[in-house]
């Protein structure tokens, strides 16, 4: 039995390693792992949403809400736009992403995605016929290279994904950039992630009202605490929204999904604290690994940092797994495209981890 054409020519994504994996490959306690490698929240979900879900539990036998009323209020006021501007995804970000693709996307379409970003993009379009076409980041300046993405423009290009904090830089795209691009090329929806808008403490919601051509993702897996409950959500224009509601999956979103969201929206002190702790070992972490010889980091605005393994002598293969087998798990970026074998990017962990991350990393290189 052969699959359709797209799916016999394609890799299966390659996604960050769990701890589960590490403890059974190197036998080691799955409580003593460090996991550094997927730019989680390591501070546990909000209270408030654990209680709300272990409330619910018994309704489960239940289907979920369609409509999402409640959740989206919510989303609208964290996010200051109108309940008509946001949508709601049960396979967090990614869902929001395959719901664009599938209402955008004709066999052939081309979008652009300036390299090294988040591969997620490419694996999803491609699945509906869509073909990548790579624009870049200027590594050495650690910005977008404006002028790549003009240059490959064509008539075919349907979409442009711009991740702000770029995910694996950490760079923030400027927002008169994003403007100009929007502005130029009205027929073209501008893609803007915004996975980890908080870290940075800039968004660029605002430009939904200036544009019919813009799209911000936004997660509820990094800051909001939630990755393995799988909520995204996007924001655009009401016209937008209203084609992706047509033919997004009716139940994706869970009723425990549902109120431990709804509920994490509730909790300001939880999300302020979550933001305030980040970037403190966010600072931490790009201090001390800035004086290990050998590691040059990028500066971040987000809650993970990019890391050059070149000058050890180590690939970042190599890296990783020394310090898996030390109970560490980190991003081997050989996958991404747009960057060589010499890159890891480690994200934020509770300060304790932090020092002990330091320490083996230390260790290995010494
Ligand atoms: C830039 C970016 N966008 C989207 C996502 C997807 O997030 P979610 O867990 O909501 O699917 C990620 C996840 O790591 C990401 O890094």
């Not at 927002?175 to 502005?183: D, G």
Request: hydrophobic residues 35%; charged residues 30%; proline residues 4%.
């Amino acid at each position: 039995m052969k699959a359709r054409q797209i799916v016999e020519e394609m890799d299966s994504y390659v996604p960050g390693r769990s701890q589960d994996e590490i403890a059974q490959d190197f036998g080691l306690k799955k409580e003593d792992i460090i996991k550094l490698g997927s730019n989680e929240n390591p501070w546990g979900p909000s209270p408030k949403a654990l209680k709300a879900i272990e409330e619910e539990m018994s309704a489960i036998n239940r289907y979920p809400e369609s409509q999402l009323h409640e959740l989206v209020e919510e989303i609208a006021k964290y996010s200051d736009v109108d309940t008509s501007q946001v949508i709601v995804g049960g396979d967090g970000a990614d869902e929001i992403i395959d719901v664009l693709a599938k209402t955008f996307i004709d066999n052939g379409d081309e979008f652009i995605v300036p390299l090294p970003s988040y591969m997620y993009y490419e694996y999803l379009l491609k699945q509906y016929g869509a073909k990548p076409v790579y624009a870049r980041w200027d590594l050495d300046e650690n910005r977008l290279d404006v002028d790549s993405i003009y240059e490959k423009i064509s008539p075919k290009t349907k979409m442009i994904f711009l991740c702000s904090p770029n995910n694996p830089t950490g760079t923030l795209i400027e927002k008169e950039t994003l403007r100009e691009i929007a502005s130029k090329n009205p027929e073209i929806l501008i893609v803007i992630d915004e996975a980890y808008f908080e870290y940075s403490e800039v968004t660029n919601k605002d430009l939904i009202d200036e544009f019919d051509n813009i799209f911000i993702i936004r997660t509820m897996s990094k800051v909001l605490g939630l990755a393995g409950m799988r909520i995204g959500y996007g924001l655009a224009c009401s016209q937008i929204i209203e084609y992706m509601h047509r033919i997004k999956p009716v139940f994706s979103l869970t009723r425990l999904s549902f109120v431990a969201a709804l509920n994490t929206f509730r909790d300001s002190e939880y999300i302020e604290s979550s933001i305030k702790r980040g970037i403190e070992s966010r600072q931490y972490l790009y201090d001390e690994v800035s004086k290990i010889d050998g590691l040059y980091v990028f500066p971040s605005k987000s809650n993970f940092m990019l890391i050059r393994v070149k000058d050890t002598g180590f690939t970042a293969s190599e890296l990783a797994h020394e310090l898996m087998k030390r109970g560490v798990i980190v991003r081997d970026c050989t996958s991404f495209k747009g960057l060589d074998e010499y890159w890891i990017r480690i994200s934020i962990c509770t300060l304790e981890e932090d020092e002990r991350f330091i320490e083996i990393l230390k260790e290995v290189l010494s």
